[in-house]
């Protein structure tokens, strides 16, 4: 009994871990299709080794109907867009059964206890991330340069990684990002974390070390973001202490300079091209929404690069290399540009009704700045938040019917 306790425990952990880290990684972005199975795996051997298991049917069928919906809907998609990538649509499908199989399995046991295993995989994320950002500007020298089709980084067999970095009192520093392919991911993970730290959990030293974490990652939308829980929780509810302050404060200090520089690089420096890329890719999916706003266009992928190479919305000149077969990095958009801003809406309520994290309200805005800037809405993560987000959605739209 003792050491099938031990296997699930790890077994949870493990595939809360790998959908976390196929919503950004570099490993998940390079070997995907051999890593993706072992969550599937994983969950089946979570339901041979756990006895005695049963599930209140409102959970069954809500999460089953929106599967449904969804399911449903990437079908028609296929049909209506019959020039649209089919492979697309299988691995969506494919992740949105993953999660599903996997929420089913939390809501058996009880969702709290995946609420304690996010927690748990985001500190380890956060411990991860504060050792890689020691060793890439201590031992930088010995990391390899790798370019693909898909990436360009500094690694050490892609655990270890770095690619850009900024210059502060003329010191240059290497932005942390982690696991994942750029600093702004591995932020919304560390903002995650310091959400459930400020509203559930309460530790004063994983708050700490998630702060440095995020400062290190040098992310403007990440400090944004942390700046606005600071304020939204020690200001606007009050939650602060006089020794808080003091703790708080000089830290706030050096975010509102780093987040000063970050804009300064952005808009004047080299960093440019970012700010460049994500403009366009906003005024590229307005473009494209204008015509297709119901449907939206499916996984066209010719019909969306047609429309990128009228080269909509550019205000800087852009190495031809990011011009040619790129995606969106706007999560939000992009998911209204393949299916359409009516499944979009249902998309972002079922997002909003999510409850593995409080205070819904905030956890939305994150997640919306967040996805806005970074193309992981599709991953499994998210996807697990909206299924959860479903359950509540559906659960609460009963009991209206039923009163």
Aim: aromatic share 18%; net charge positive.
């Amino acid at each position: 009994m003792g050491q099938d306790y031990f296997i699930m425990n790890v077994l949870r952990i493990s595939v809360v871990l790998l959908s976390v880290l196929s919503s950004g990684s570099i490993i998940f972005l390079l070997y995907g299709v051999y890593l993706t199975p072992l969550i599937f795996i994983f969950t089946v051997l979570l339901f041979i080794f756990s006895r005695k298991l049963s599930i209140k049917k409102t959970y069954l069928l809500s999460s089953f109907f929106v599967v449904l919906i969804m399911s449903s809907y990437l079908i028609f998609s296929k049909i209506y867009f019959l020039e649209s990538n089919s492979l697309e649509y299988l691995k969506l499908l494919i992740r949105i059964l993953f999660m599903f199989v996997l929420l089913i399995y939390y809501n058996i046991i009880g969702i709290e206890k995946l609420k304690n295993d996010i927690y748990f995989v985001l500190k380890f994320i956060l411990f991860f991330s504060l050792l890689n950002f020691v060793v890439i500007n201590l031992f930088n020298s010995i990391f390899t340069h790798q370019v693909n089709a898909n990436l360009e980084i500094f690694t050490i067999k892609y655990i270890f990684n770095y690619y850009s970095s900024m210059d502060i009192f003329g010191i240059r520093i290497f932005r942390n990002q982690s696991f994942f392919w750029e600093p702004g991911v591995l932020q919304i993970f560390l903002n995650l974390l310091l959400l459930l730290t400020l509203t559930k959990y309460h530790n004063s030293k994983i708050l700490f070390l998630t702060i440095i974490a995020l400062i290190s990652t040098f992310s403007t939308t990440g400090l944004l973001i942390m700046g606005l829980q600071f304020f939204y929780f020690f200001i606007l509810k009050k939650k602060i202490s006089t020794l808080t302050i003091l703790v708080i404060l000089p830290i706030f200090t050096a975010l509102v300079y780093i987040i000063y520089l970050n804009i300064i690089e952005k808009f004047f420096g080299t960093g440019v091209v970012s700010s460049g890329l994500r403009y366009a890719d906003f005024m590229l999916s307005i473009e494209l929404l204008k015509d297709n706003f119901l449907f939206g266009i499916g996984f066209d992928i010719n019909k969306y690069q047609n429309y990128q190479n009228l080269n909509i919305g550019y205000f800087v000149d852009l190495p031809p290399i990011l011009m040619e077969n790129r995606g969106n990095t706007n999560s939000i958009m992009s998911l209204m540009v393949y299916f359409g801003i009516p499944f979009g809406f249902f998309i972002f309520v079922c997002l909003y009704k999510q409850t593995l994290f409080e205070e819904q309200k905030v956890t939305f805005t994150i997640l919306f700045i967040c996805l806005s800037s970074e193309p992981v809405l599709l991953t499994n993560f998210f996807i697990l938040l909206i299924l959860n987000g479903s359950q509540s959605l559906f659960k609460n739209q009963k009991k209206r019917i039923l009163t």
